[in-house]
């Protein structure tokens, strides 16, 4: 809202570029307020917890694919997603590392046949040049 | 015509594979597939999304059925009888029947898609920006009543969308805001990893937090087991016709997903039968209807995108999407500017559903064996896949990381009971709302009461009243009680 308002806001009749967004953050404002204030709209906090718990999974998840991302321009595409690859199988629940490797190895492979040589997609190369 | 046919074909197999697996819905699965359609003409583009979208609604029966899981959300109703007469051990014909009447409620629907859509074009020529910002006031206020869940949650859903799209265009560029044009396109390079991160990763990072294994092959019934009785046959024929019409016509309502076409359909048929106690205990009616209705609401979602430009929900939302990063802007015009893809979809969609019957009916068994694909292989592919659509649309890293914010915020807005699709119908719609009412105002000078002279424009926004004052004051019957 504070956004908008650098924008010129324009009046009703003459809207400027910053009118809508204006109006947009005013009534999420009062949709928030609303659902905060009405008891029955508010999400069951126990549940929300629950699965919040059992959701350190996703968490872990997630820290890996920030480190991935920090890392996709050193380490180049197919390097980088080869690790990752691995990592989210092992999260997913596979069971030892031969299998993830294989299965790594093998999308390693498609990957650089379809999108290397055949669609030519600019990947990041990365230091090992691959 | 070969690669359209292929289109049609790839479009419905997957269709069918994504209705089967639970967890990914077709949402997903559009988004997910939504680079691939860069490197295809817009009309190939559009068959193979419909052919997903309305392919899924065939697979999502199965899963139902057999093990009490639905594939897909609209197929939650099906599960009360299709799975009873599972267990009493008429899996084949209740499988058939979904298949015969997805079939039947299809055909129907593109008919209709293929009747109605000319002439309601024709009509919506004389929309003007005024008409236009009140149909979309009116597609978010249904859209929100429409919601499963709270209808504020769903406008805070809408809101939200609606900022996303004006920080889309602003930080690209605030002057192209009164370009027509290029605002599509620069708000249609932003929408990718926003889609994909809240659909494709939202959706299978949710899927990952829980662990579920399915035993699906205790009631796979053999090929000749598949076909109903005549009896069957007699009392679904009603239900069938019935859903058809119904979902036809929910399916053109903005936010009348195939979800809110089975449910009603089959309160319908258990108002209007003889036996109501028999639903729910394994009658083949229960099973016919809620299909028929489904199939039929898939066809019809694609009326006001085709003819108005404004889709209804989630996944129609996703193919105008692929449309626009086409340069083809779905609205009154296209069946004029652009017949070969108006005709080339409705002639996708009589073909498409011949091919659903043939795939799904021989090959049931093929399909129950798809859950059996470990899920640990399934995911981080599609986590693969979601990182390669991002990046390889515009080539930047940048991107992949939007991916991931979005990934996250669904996830989150999956866990707190938000639903998604107001969220990607106000992203979509907002500039459209935006422009025409700042048009109407600037051809009316300013004057706000050119949202009221003419008629239609006065009719829409008093239906978008009415929706709102009739659903505040059934909120408040249900609180007094």
Not at chain 1, 95 to 103: D, M, P, Q
Not at chain 2, 14 to 30: E, Q
Not at chain 2, 266 to 273: H, L, P
Not at chain 2, 312 to 327: D, E, F, K, P, V
Request: glycine share 12%; net charge positive; with cysteine.
């Amino acid at each position: 809202m504070v956004e908008s308002l650098n924008l010129s806001l324009g009046n009703i009749h003459n809207p400027g570029p910053g009118f809508v967004p204006f109006f947009l953050g005013l009534s999420l404002a009062f949709l928030s307020v609303l659902a905060f204030f009405i008891p029955d709209l508010r999400m069951n906090e126990e549940a929300f917890w629950d699965s919040w718990r059992r959701g350190k999974n996703i968490l872990l998840i997630f820290a890996g694919l920030i480190v991935y991302l920090l890392l996709f321009q050193t380490l180049g595409f197919l390097v980088n997603t080869f690790w990752m690859i691995i990592y989210l199988m092992k999260l997913a629940g596979a069971e030892g590392y031969r299998k993830s490797i294989l299965v790594s190895i093998l999308a390693m492979v498609v990957l650089y046949i379809i999108f290397y040589r055949l669609l030519i997609i600019p990947f990041p190369r990365g230091i090992l040049g691959i | 015509m070969p690669t359209k046919l292929l289109a049609c074909f790839v479009g419905v197999v997957i269709g069918t594979a994504v209705g089967v697996l639970p967890g990914i819905g077709p949402s997903g699965s559009i988004a997910l597939l939504l680079p691939l359609t860069f490197y295809m003409d817009a009309t190939s583009a559009i068959i193979m999304l419909a052919g997903i979208y309305y392919g899924t609604m065939y697979g999502g029966s199965t899963t139902s059925i057999l093990v009490n899981i639905p594939g897909e959300a609209q197929s939650v109703i099906t599960c009360l009888d299709g799975y009873q007469m599972a267990r009493q051990g008429r899996a084949g014909p209740a499988l058939g029947i979904a298949a015969f009447g997805s079939f039947i409620a299809g055909t129907l629907g593109v008919i209709g898609l293929m009747l109605l859509a000319p002439p309601l074009a024709r009509f919506a020529l004389r929309f003007g920006p005024a008409e236009i910002f009140a149909l979309v006031l009116l597609a978010f206020v249904l859209v929100g009543y429409l919601a499963s869940g709270s209808m504020a949650k769903a406008l805070m859903m809408a809101v939200l969308g609606l900022l996303l799209a004006c920080v889309g265009i602003e930080t690209i560029s605030s002057r192209a805001r009164f370009t027509f044009g290029s605002l599509h396109l620069e708000a249609g390079i932003d929408m990718v990893p926003l889609i994909m991160g809240l659909f494709g990763l939202g959706e299978v990072l949710e899927e990952m937090g829980r662990k579920a294994k399915v035993d699906a092959r205790r009631y796979t019934p053999r090929f000749w087991e598949l076909f109903p009785n005549k009896k069957d046959w007699r009392v679904s024929l009603g239900p069938i016709g019935r859903g058809s019409l119904v979902g036809f016509f929910i399916g053109i309502l903005p936010g009348g997903t195939g979800i809110v076409a089975s449910f009603s359909s089959y309160a319908i048929e258990k108002r209007i039968s003889h036996h109501p106690e028999r639903f729910g205990q394994g009658t083949i009616e229960g099973v016919a209807a809620p299909e028929a209705a489904n199939n039929a609401a898939a066809q019809g979602a694609y009326i006001p995108l085709l003819t108005l430009g404004i889709p209804g929900n989630a996944a129609i939302a996703l193919t105008l999407g692929a449309l626009q990063i086409h340069g083809v802007i779905p609205g009154p015009l296209l069946i004029r500017q652009h017949p070969e893809v108006f005709w080339g979809v409705v002639a996708s969609m009589y073909l498409g559903n011949i091919l659903l019957l043939g795939l799904n009916l021989p090959l049931i068994g093929m399909w129950v064996r798809l859950l059996t694909i470990r899920t640990h292989i399934l995911y981080p592919m599609i986590i693969l896949f979601c990182i390669i659509g991002a990046y390889s649309v515009n080539n930047s890293v940048f991107d992949v990381g939007m991916l991931f914010f979005f990934g996250f915020l669904g996830y989150l807005l999956r866990k707190l009971n938000f639903e998604l699709a107001p969220l990607i119908l106000g992203f979509i719609l907002g500039p459209i709302m935006e422009v025409n009412a700042r048009q109407a105002l600037i051809m009316s000078q300013g004057d706000l009461g050119v949202f009221f002279s003419s008629t239609i424009s006065t009719v829409l926004l008093s239906a978008a009243l009415f929706v709102v004052l009739s659903s505040v004051y059934s909120g408040m019957q249900k609180k007094k009680s």
